[in-house]
């Protein structure tokens, strides 16, 4: 992760915080199926596809919170960061217009 984010190779960083760190990597890693799993269903798998990308949303904060605090993170975080804070809202949006449309078309046809 050092060299993906640009930062030298020898980090001291205290066990606890590796720890976590590797734990908060595996529950992105994680994500990747789950995204996979609502998408292959889209409309019976509505509110997970909708918890997913709402709390991807909500980690632009963290980050947010962190560029505040600590400066700039680099181009790649900052970059994340806005896909965070503009494409999962506008996913979001288009998906509930979907959805809506899709329940006014499926009830028009029972």
């Not at 992105?28 to 909708?50: G, S």
């Not at 998906?95 to 029972?110: D, E, F, L, P």
Request: hydrophobic content about 55%; aromatic content about 16%; glycine content about 8%.
């Amino acid at each position: 992760m050092a060299r993906l984010f640009g930062v030298e190779g020898q980090i001291v960083v205290p066990v606890g915080l590796r720890s976590n760190f590797r734990a908060i990597s595996f529950m992105f890693f994680m994500t990747v199926p789950l995204v996979i799993w609502t998408l292959a269903a889209f409309t019976q798998r509505a509110d997970a596809f909708r918890i997913v990308f709402g709390c991807a949303f909500l980690t632009g904060f963290a980050r947010l919170t962190g560029y505040l605090m600590d400066g700039s993170p680099g181009t790649l975080p900052t970059i994340l960061m806005i896909l965070e804070f503009a494409l999962m809202p506008a996913l979001l949006l288009w998906h509930a217009s979907y959805q809506s449309s899709w329940v006014c078309t499926y009830r028009t046809k029972v």
